[in-house]
């Protein structure tokens, strides 16, 4: 039933002894926004770099509409990337970044004109057409280089932690025109990044990568609530990460219960108290050494650090997780 | 505002002071010397003549700059082709294989241009190293007699600035963002396309200072001349040391040298105008 558009089969690369991807499979769907989110080193840019045929993979197959394309040239892909860094070039206007593509499969001219100026509109830079990269903010040089790829009509749009270099505020707002962009044109989006938030904000789907294997695929609320495993768990969640015998579960610190709530079975020390961000963060000390993390917001004023505190959890709140660790 | 123009006049001062003494002033003085007349037996008189431009105009030292334009421009074209390259692709390299790349260019200029030319006499002396080489492997059956033969010249100016266009088209090609070149690919570009088109653009400001640094010795480098073209060919630049020193005439020598940087400065402009480099400037 599902329109699968490109596909991964047992993705594996090496550099210089290196396994940076250990067997990768994915699917992804027509139309579909999914993210790619992982630590820095986890392999996640050098999955984007196979797909856009800037890598070669050592094994495995990429299928773009059930095609082969694992050894086709990037220029022969109907897949456009955005550079992490931007990759303006910086000798051309604005029209002649965002025209290039086009120009270079000779376009007429008077179409180039039309698309681009079309483009410039749907990304609100329509003013800068004449402007250099170098006469451009941050936000703006962003918006040309998604601009510069969408304006080819790629079957898959590879962004490569666009918002990165990008300051909050910007960022935040960025997210969600990226979104909206993605919808109007209905292009798949592959997305990077390690901001767990970001990927939460914007994704239909998330896989989260780690040390060259995709730990879990899924929609932002099943890697939330339902993460496979303790790294999972960690990463997006933020999640208390306890071991009970041979069994591993995941808390996260805003069900940790203190004092007084029920059900309250385990003796614990205070260990650091923090207030940020309107909400409190309490460190304990598990009787058998373990550490965990509990969230509230406002001030309590009752925990005192070095004081010893009865602390639990609900049942459905202990999620069984595998251990990344073992 | 004014505060800081002030120091940042005192800061260039020194810089302009410089300039003036030992470029403005000596180009002024050697102009002013080409309208004067010869003394008779040392020196000049302060007589203003236009005697020494027109003797430029007769066929004997018209011929000369033609000659030397010639020479100077395949010289440098060679250069550029071979330059070009290997400071491009020397940019891409791995730190340890850029180090010692640059090494290699960096050798030579530890023993003086002149022994090193003289080096090349043992090369292309009738039955010398390349003739023994050649037969040796009987790829030519007799000695080339390469040595005071024009192509023994161009051998040795190619030789001799190389390094200048390697070491500028390097220290651009340094700067280049590898990504644009990917972003290109990624837009649709063959290899050749993004290359042209962007990485190459972008290292024409190197080029350009290579030219410019290999053009306008090649028009004066007159030792190379004399040492590997015997006397069969004269340049500008073996004219002017002429004129000084045996002719001793310096009004003379001082008009062929400001029609010789005239001339270079215009081709320069040109060079600049036609491929746009001034454009680029300070992009990368």
């Not at chain 2, 190197?206 to 028009?219: K, Y």
């Amino acid at each position: 039933m599902s329109d699968i558009i490109l596909q991964l089969n047992q993705i594996q690369k090496s550099f210089e002894g290196t396994e940076v991807l250990k067997g990768i499979d994915l699917e992804i769907e027509r139309a579909e926004f999914i993210t790619l989110l992982g630590s820095s080193g986890c392999g996640k840019t050098t999955t984007l770099r196979i797909i856009a045929g800037l890598e070669t993979p050592d094994s495995g197959s990429v299928l773009l509409e059930g095609q082969d394309i694992t050894s086709l040239a990037p220029n022969k892909r109907n897949v456009n990337t955005v550079f992490q860094n931007y990759a303006l070039f910086p000798h051309m206007s604005v029209e002649e970044n965002v025209g290039y593509g086009l120009k270079i499969r000779k376009v007429p001219k008077a179409e180039i004109a039309r698309k681009v100026s079309e483009m410039l509109k749907l990304v609100q830079l329509e003013e800068y057409g004449k402007r250099r990269p170098d006469q451009l903010s941050g936000g703006q040089r962003q918006r040309i280089a998604i601009a510069r790829a969408v304006v080819n009509e790629p079957k898959v749009l590879l962004l490569d932690e666009p918002l990165g270099a990008l300051d909050l505020k910007l960022r935040r707002q960025m997210q969600l025109e990226l979104k909206r962009l993605q919808k109007q044109l209905g292009i798949t989006f592959i997305y990077i990044t390690h901001d767990q938030e970001e990927a939460i904000n914007m994704s239909d789907r998330i896989a989260v990568m780690n040390q060259g294997v995709l730990e879990q695929v899924g929609t932002p609320n099943e890697i939330y609530y339902r993460p496979r495993t303790s790294y999972v768990a960690d990463f997006v969640g933020n999640a208390n990460i306890i071991h009970d015998g041979s069994d591993t579960f995941a808390i996260r610190s805003e069900n940790v219960l203190i004092n007084g709530e029920i059900p309250c079975v385990h003796d614990a020390v205070v260990l650091e108290k923090s207030f940020a961000g309107g909400q409190l963060r309490i460190l304990f000390r598990l009787s058998d050494g373990q550490t965990i993390t509990a969230s509230r917001y406002g001030i309590d004023a009752d925990i005192q650090v070095g004081g010893s505190i009865r602390i639990g959890w609900k049942q459905e709140h202990a999620i069984k997780v595998l251990d990344d660790e073992k | 505002m004014m505060k800081n123009r002030k120091s940042n006049w005192a800061l260039l001062a020194p810089m302009y002071v410089f300039t003036i003494l030992f470029v403005a002033l000596p180009i002024l003085y050697m102009f002013l010397l080409s309208f004067l007349t010869r003394a008779e037996v040392w020196g000049v008189d302060f007589t203003f003549t236009l005697d020494n431009y027109k003797r430029i105009g007769e066929p004997l030292y018209l011929n000369t700059f033609v000659e030397s334009l010639k020479l100077a421009f395949l010289s440098t074209l060679l250069v550029m082709l071979i330059g070009y390259p290997y400071g491009y692709f020397m940019a891409r390299m791995s730190a340890v294989w850029k180090k010692r790349m640059l090494l290699l260019i960096m050798i030579p200029f530890w023993t003086s241009a002149l022994i090193r030319l003289y080096g090349w006499i043992i090369v292309f002396r009738t039955n010398g190293v390349l003739d023994k080489l050649l037969m040796g492997l009987h790829i030519t059956e007799e000695p080339l007699k390469l040595l005071y033969t024009y192509p023994a010249v161009v051998v040795g100016m190619v030789y001799s600035l190389l390094p200048f266009m390697i070491l500028s088209v390097y220290s651009s090609a340094e700067k280049l963002d590898f990504t644009l070149a990917e972003a290109a690919r990624d837009l649709g570009a063959s290899s050749f396309k993004a290359f042209w088109t962007v990485s190459f653009k972008l290292t024409l400001p190197g080029l350009l200072s290579g030219v410019i640094l290999s053009f306008i010795p090649s028009m004066g480098l007159f030792f190379i001349a004399d040492i590997l073209g015997g006397n069969k060919i004269v340049l500008v630049g073996s004219v002017i040391q002429e004129q000084l020193t045996k002719g001793r005439n310096q009004p003379f020598a001082a008009a062929l040298s400001a029609v010789l940087m005239v001339l270079t400065t215009l081709m320069i402009r040109i060079y600049r105008k036609v491929t746009g480099t001034s454009e680029l400037e300070g992009l990368v």
